[in-house]
């Protein structure tokens, strides 16, 4: 049962996104504008701004930084909406648009060559496309578990570059001959998002997550 500071903290940012689209409106970009830009579908950011879908820290953080904004703003904390791209134009979808393989389990090498890939795609487009542009061998994963803390859930897809970046709260790491989806406790050690509690502090890396390209809305 949701207790009353939940509540109130889900509508915040509820009020806040109707604003932020709002303030894009009165700039000319549409929902469906700013649901691309985001690189999720117009569905997808309806269900948020409904309540039927969870504001979370990795969607209000690729919000922020598409439209220069505060993410702890949007996320019912202290902050602003001051922004320097709310009047930003709209990119050419077709130069932008790219096409990612998908994975229900993370992988290593040049996706589109690996065995184990059936031929599945997905078109990314706005923000997540630039950032999958910047990626190292990126593809997207089919998250096929829920993530225990609630940042994930089942049936996300999470774009997934095959670098190393300390700074990501999302890594791929290697146990055993598996990979998995994991994030560093505040002690250090690792634990697989689907399983809390640790498992080791040395693990190797072998990429980590950029964010959610759109979710399941099930």
Same mark, same amino acid.
């Given at each position: 049962?949701?207790? +009353? ?10 009020q806040?996104l109707?604003?932020l689209?709002? #303030? ?17 579908? @117009?569905?997808?950011l309806? %269900?948020? +701004?409904n ?25 019912? %904390?202290a902050?602003?909406?001051?922004? !320097?791209?709310l ?6 979808? +077709?130069?932008?648009?790219? $096409? !990612?393989? #998908? ?13 184990t $890939?059936?031929?599945?795609?997905v078109?990314?487009?706005g923000? @997540?496309a ?11 994963l089919?998250f096929?578990?829920d ?10 897809l999470? !774009?997934?570059?095959q ?7 999302i ?5 055993r001959?598996?990979?998995?989806l994991?994030?560093?406790?505040? @002690?250090g050690? $690792?634990?697989?998002l689907a ?5 080791? %502090? +040395?693990?190797?890396?072998m990429?980590? @997550?950029?964010?959610?390209? $759109?979710?399941?809305?099930?």
């Open positions: 049962m949701k207790t +009353k500071q939940t509540e109130t903290t889900l509508t915040v940012r509820q806040r109707e604003k689209l709002q #303030v894009l409106a009165q700039k000319g970009q549409s929902q469906n504008q700013v649901a691309q830009r985001a690189g999720v579908p @117009a569905s997808y309806s %269900d948020v +701004k309540g039927n879908r969870a504001m979370t820290e990795l969607f209000a953080r690729r919000l922020a930084e598409e439209f220069r904004l505060e993410y702890r703003w949007l996320m019912g %904390d902050g602003t909406m001051e922004s !320097l791209n009047g930003q134009e709209m990119p050419d979808e +077709k130069s932008t648009a790219v $096409w !990612l393989p #998908v994975f229900p389990h993370p992988v290593r090498g040049q996706p589109q060559r690996l065995p $890939w059936d031929g599945a795609c078109e990314l487009c923000a @997540a630039a950032q999958a542009r910047t990626a190292t061998e990126p593809y997207v089919h096929l578990d993530d225990h803390t609630g940042r994930l859930r089942k049936h996300d999470v !774009l997934i570059s670098t190393v970046n300390d700074l990501a709260e890594q791929v790491i290697r146990i001959r598996g990979m998995y994991a994030r560093k406790t505040p @002690a050690q $690792w634990e697989r399983e809390p509690g640790p498992i080791g %502090d +040395k693990l190797a890396v990429g980590h @997550a950029l964010g959610i390209v $759109w979710g399941s809305l099930g």
